[in-house]
């Protein structure tokens, strides 16, 4: 409340504030505090109950002294094996459920045939800096390909300048 956030300042204004003796800036301030506690505290809360009207929430250990899943309408679920049927009252949810316990799935990597993991560094690149890259094939003939000082061999179609371009060059300008 000082004023860099009104538009008035009570403090550079001296007859203002003799006008009012029995009002001290710290009383205000503190009053203007309060107030704006107390009411956050209450658009809070009538922002919790709004949203607890809407929206049940479950509660263990409330039992039947408080229901969760008023309002709301469940849809029938046929459990085809591994999976079995489960009630609301074994899952705890205000629906049924079909739960396995485990589910062995095959992995399907076959879409991965004939993927490579690409091709390391160029042998002019930095063994430090570029450790562990991995770098995309270059899909450009050998005669047309480049390496620009950084990990990986490019085409010579790539030389463009990009952002990576230029902030490289700016840290080696310092």
Not at 16 to 25: D, E, G, K, Q, Y
Request: glycine share 6%; proline share 9%.
């Amino acid at each position: 409340f000082g004023s860099s956030c009104s538009h008035f300042d009570f403090l550079s204004h001296p007859p203002l504030l003799a006008s009012f003796p029995w009002i001290r800036v710290e009383e205000m301030k503190f009053a203007a505090v309060v107030l704006l506690a107390l009411v956050a505290d209450a658009a809070a809360g009538t922002l919790k109950a709004k949203t607890a009207e809407k929206y049940p929430v479950y509660s263990p250990g409330a039992a039947g002294s408080v229901e969760t899943c008023e309002g709301i309408t469940c849809q029938p679920v046929d459990c085809k094996p591994p999976f079995k049927y489960q009630s609301p009252e074994e899952s705890g949810t205000c629906c049924p459920l079909c739960w396995a316990d485990s589910v062995k799935v095959p992995e399907d990597r076959s879409w991965a045939k004939g993927m490579t993991g690409g091709v390391g560094m160029n042998n002019n690149a930095d063994p430090i800096l570029c450790r562990d890259v991995v770098c995309l094939a270059p899909d450009c003939p050998e005669y047309d390909q480049f390496f620009d000082g950084r990990c990986c061999t490019k085409c010579k179609s790539s030389k463009a300048v990009t952002p990576a371009d230029l902030a490289k060059d700016f840290k080696e300008m310092k």
